[in-house]
Nanobody
Framework: VQLQASGGGLVQAGDSLRLSCAAS????????VGWFRQAPGKEREFVAA????????NYADSVKGRFTISRDNAKNTVYLEMNSLKPEDTAVYYC??????????????????WGQGTLVTVSS
């Protein structure tokens, strides 16, 4: 499975941005796709996940109500709509694909496939 992330950029606090993660290859093994982020000097953290075939979603508390994850099955693409962005959202964002069945949280911290990162910078 190959994952191609895109959509990062420089925005101001309060702005919105949409990230995309296009999946290709043997996507039949995918159970969920998630977004993680890593800020400079910090550990990578989970942001959001969506089941690959169902409608389940999961969000980190820090982004609930501001970020929305969605999926376009026809395009094999997962989106992360980010609203009301804050400077603390600044990070490299990575999409990842899980191949295990993970109830409730949908994705582990060690999903099998990773895309390249896309940088999101939020200025104050």
């Amino acid at each position: 499975v190959q994952l191609q992330a895109s959509g990062g950029g420089l925005v101001q606090a309060g702005d919105s941005l949409r990230l995309s993660c296009a999946a290709s290859g043997r996507t039949v093994v995918v159970t969920a796709v998630g977004w993680f982020r890593q800020a400079p000097g910090k550990e990578r953290e989970f942001v959001a996940a969506i089941s690959w075939r169902g409608g389940s979603t999961n969000y980190a508390d820090s982004v609930k109500g501001r970020f929305t994850i969605s999926r376009d099955n026809a395009k094999n693409t997962v989106y992360l709509e980010m609203n009301s962005l804050k400077p603390e959202d600044t990070a490299v964002y990575y999409c990842a694909a899980e191949t295990r069945l993970v109830p409730n949280v949908l994705i582990t911290n060690t999903p099998r496939y990773w895309g390249q990162g896309t940088l999101v910078t939020v200025s104050s």
